[in-house]
Nanobody
Framework: VQLQASGGGLVQAGESLKLSCAAS????????MGWFRQAAGKEREFVAT????????NYADSVKGRFTIFRDNAKSTVYLQMISLKPEDTAVYYC????????????????WGQGTEVTVSS
């Protein structure tokens, strides 16, 4: 499956942003989907994952209550709605897909998008 992330940009602290990740070349509804991020000089980290049906969802503690992951299987797209953004949310955000059982471990995601950059100014 090929993944194309979009929606990043420059925003001020407290503002909102919605990321999208469009999938092609696979049966989207069969994939676990996730968002991960990598800030400059840091390792890539988990943000959120969602099960095939959308029923099971996990968030990193740092984004709980501010970020919402959801998917539209009919559109083969997963989204990340981000509100109350903070400067520490600045990173390149990657979407990823996993076949198989549910997981939040990025090492278990086999397909990755190119990333979309989010910059939050204070």
């Amino acid at each position: 499956v090929q993944l194309q992330a979009s929606g990043g940009g420059l925003v001020q602290a407290g503002e909102s942003l919605k990321l999208s990740c469009a999938a092609s070349g696979g049966t989207f509804s069969t994939y676990i989907m996730g968002w991960f991020r990598q800030a400059a000089g840091k390792e890539r980290e988990f943000v959120a994952t969602i099960s095939r049906s959308g029923i099971r969802i996990n968030y990193a503690d740092s984004v709980k209550g501010r970020f919402t992951i959801f998917r539209d299987n009919a559109k083969s797209t997963v989204y990340l709605q981000m509100i109350s953004l903070k400067p520490e949310d600045t990173a390149v955000y990657y979407c990823a897909a996993r076949s198989g059982s549910y997981s939040v471990r990025q090492t278990e995601f086999g397909s990755w998008g190119q990333g979309t950059e989010v910059t939050v100014s204070s």
